[in-house]
Each structure stands twice: as C-alpha cells, then as structure tokens.
C-alpha cells in the first residue's frame, strides 16, 4: 500500500553526498524528516509517530539512478546468449543479422499496448531492486512509427509505475534493413524527420546516438545531433564502445550530458572529458554479459577529474539485468572503484549523466525524498553481497512504495 510518511526514523548507517563539502557522507542514527515530497530537515532524535517509517537500524541511501537502459523491446535474445557461449562474438551476430537489427524486427510487430506492458513490468522488477529513477531510450523500432510507437509506450508504462523516467530517443542506434544500402537516406531521415516529430510532440528529453565503428561515424554522430540540439532535446552519446571511434571527445565538445560505455576511450578522450561537464557513464555489465575483458578504465579517469556515472545498460543483447547493485559489484571487481565511489557513481554521479543532480542522488535538505533502506549494515554490504536483493523499503517522493 502506498503511504505518504513524515519521514524515516531510527536510521543505522546512512550514506550520501554532501553538496556543501563536495564529499561523501558516512553518519549513523537519527531521522530524515520529509514534508511533501523533499527531504527537509535531519534530526538526532528518533520518533515513535506511525507516519514515520521505523528503518530498524538498517542502511538507507538515497534512491539509486540508472541512467542508461534499453527496456522497450518486444522479445528477448537467448539464442545469441547461447551463440556466444559457443564463441560466437557480439559483432559476428549482429553481421548476420541478429543483434539490434534482430529486435527491430520483433518490436515492428508488437501492438504499443503489449509493447507498455512490458516496459511497465521491467519498470517495476527495477524499482523493487532499488532504482528510483531510470533513463529509458527507444532504438529498436529505427522507423518513423515504431520509434514513435516506442517513446509512446516508455511514456504509458511510466505513469503506471512509481518508478520516476527519463526517455531518450535512438533512432540512430544502427541502420535498419531496408537502408543498409543507403544510409544516407536514413540519416536525412532522422534528421528532417524523426528528430522534429519527437520534439514537437514532447516524447523524449534526449537524443543519443551509437557513435561506433560499423554503425555511425563521428561525423554522421556530429550532423545527427546538431539537429536533436537545434529542436531542442539534450543530447547523449554511446561512445567508444568496441573501438575508439573519437566519440568521447565529440561528447565533450559538444555539451552531451553523458557519454557512456567508453572501454576504448584513450587518453586523449580522458582528457576531453575531464575538462568539460560531461560525465562518463560505465556499463560493466556489458563487459561481463559480452564476456568480454575490455574494462573501461575508470580508476585513470575518476584521477584525470571525470564525473563517473554507473548503469545497467539493460537490454536484450548485451545485458539483461535490472540489478544496479550487481553493477555495483562488478565496478567493484573490474573497474577498482571502491564501494563509497560505486555507490556515489550509482547516485550523485547518475544524478548528474541526467542534469538532475541539484534535485535527487542526494540525502540533503530539499532534494526528493527517493530512498531506501536496505538489509544491510553499512554501504560496503551493498556490492559485497551479490545475486540476491538486499531492498527492505524504497520510498519515491516521500511516499512508501515497496
């Protein structure tokens, strides 16, 4: 049952920024009072009141971010797990046919009420793992009425979970079938097309692009996002995935909030990133699911001055987990984050891959009250434990939720 709360009390460790001190927070006890649906004020004392929220000497951190997902799509891909367990490579299956030109087939033929019932249910599986707030992109659909059909889906599916989205649209996530021999026609598509139509009927708050070898160079990435900035959406780049294709630096120099994947990045791509505002979002689940051993090198740009953003990058092909504090864990293992920075990548630094840092990722006075408390007893339990769901309580706006 959902219930509006005064706020959560009886609070064991609690971790979040600070955006006074630029730091990390690691206090014990007390009580975060809510009014409405921000965070107002933390007090010392404990409260016996029903409307507060009993933590039980439990870990509460903010609500965590993911920033990066894919979940409208109409079937899954096992077959290509499986393929790729035989040795078959991500690359090897898309050539010949599978991979995202595989969805695109499937998601041309789902109804858009189908279509939502599936996004709304892998909404909901992530909001009982923790995530409060999740960026969704289009990208399978790669036509007029199916990347349309798709934003329109993100959107029904949303106002019927608790979870709070963001849509992205990814008409340029690979070139369809039927203009593999002529792509030019597809990217004037996007273009003078798709990017207008998305704008004006208010279905996405990004664009982004597949900035990779085989897909969309940097100049055609440079030319389809210039149109997504002039109509008016922010812009996001998958860059720098396989091979460096020049796409984190094209991020940077363009304004994009996020550039995301980035195990290719070299450092003069570091650089670029370091000394502009735009955040480099890591997806180690891919690298892991892929079994692949390309890390993206995150301990060299959290100490070249790179904001670090982490996602789940779920999707049919190369990740199918909701689970951010498995992405986490990973960041842990294979990109030597500890578990204080994985956390802060999870909130703070997911907060700001979407420009919303001043409002949510934090545990601070007039931030939304997304929360959640956990089973465990301090933050270092949160990627220790893994392939199990330590959520007690998530709260979305000062409402409990689960």
Same mark, same amino acid.
């Given at each position: 049952?959902? /219930? ?9 460790? !609690? ?13 014990? &006890?007390?009580? !975060? ?11 010392? %004392? ?9 933590? &039980? ?5 903010? &609500?965590?971010?993911?920033? #990066? ?5 109409? @079937?899954?891909?096992?077959? *290509?797990? *499986?393929? =790729? ?20 087939? %499937?998601? =041309? ?9 599936? +996004? ?8 009982? #793992? ?7 992109? $289009? ?18 599916? $949303?106002? %019927? ?5 963001? $849509? ?14 002529? =792509? ?10 798709? +990017?207008?139509?998305?704008? *004006? ?17 940097? &100049? ?17 780049? #998958?860059?720098?995935?396989?091979? $460096? ?7 940077? /120099? ?6 995301? #994947? ?13 000394? @502009? ?14 079994? @692949?051993?390309? !890390? ?39 990109? /030597?984050?500890?578990?204080? *920075? ?61």
């Amino acid at each position: 049952m959902i /219930k509006a709360l005064k706020g959560v009390t009886n609070l064991g460790q !609690w971790v979040s920024w600070n955006p006074i001190t630029g730091q990390m927070d690691v206090r014990q &006890g007390g009580t !975060w009072i809510i009014e409405d649906d921000l965070l107002v004020e933390y007090r010392s %004392q404990n409260y016996k009141d029903l409307n507060f929220l009993d933590a &039980g000497g439990r870990l509460l951190t903010p &609500g965590l971010i993911d920033p #990066h997902t894919h979940p409208a799509f109409a @079937s899954t891909r096992e077959i *290509e797990f *499986e393929l =790729r367990s035989q040795g078959k490579s991500y690359q090897e299956i898309a050539a010949s046919g599978g991979g995202i030109r595989n969805s695109v087939r %499937q998601l =041309r033929e789902i109804t858009e009420l189908d279509l939502s019932a599936l +996004i709304r249910n892998r909404l909901n599986q992530m909001l009982a #793992h923790g995530t409060t707030t999740v960026e969704c992109k $289009s990208g399978y659909g790669l036509s007029t009425e199916s990347e349309l059909k798709s934003l329109r889906a993100i959107r029904s599916a $949303s106002l %019927q979970s608790e979870i709070q989205t963001f $849509s992205t649209f990814l008409g340029a996530h690979e070139v369809p079938d039927e203009y593999r021999q002529d =792509r030019e026609t597809y990217i004037n598509l996007l273009i003078n097309e798709m +990017i207008p139509l998305v704008s *004006e009927l208010k279905l996405a708050d990004f664009c982004d692009v597949f900035c990779e070898e085989g897909v969309f160079s940097a &100049g055609e990435t440079e030319k389809i996002l210039e149109s997504a900035k002039s109509n008016g959406l922010k812009l996001r780049f #998958h860059a720098d995935e396989f091979v $460096s294709s020049g796409g984190a630096e094209l991020a940077a /120099k363009m304004g994009a909030l996020s550039a995301d #994947h980035l195990m290719a990045i070299t450092d003069k791509g570091i650089q670029a990133l370091a000394a @502009s505002d735009t955040v480099a979002t890591l997806l180690p689940g891919t690298t892991f699911f892929l079994g @692949s051993k390309s !890390w993206a090198p995150a301990r060299k740009m959290i100490d070249a001055g790179v904001t670090v953003a982490l996602a789940t990058d779920f999707n049919p092909g190369s990740n199918m987990s909701l689970s951010m504090p498995f992405i986490m864990t990973l960041a842990v293992i294979y990109l /030597k984050l500890t578990p204080l *920075e994985a956390l802060q990548a999870a909130t703070v630094g997911a907060a700001k891959s979407l420009g919303i840092a001043e409002t949510r990722g934090c545990l601070a006075s007039g931030f939304q009250a997304d929360l959640v408390v956990w089973d465990a007893d301090n933050y270092r339990q949160l990627p220790y434990f893994y392939g199990i769901n330590q959520v007690s309580t998530v709260i979305v706006q000062g409402k409990h939720i689960i």
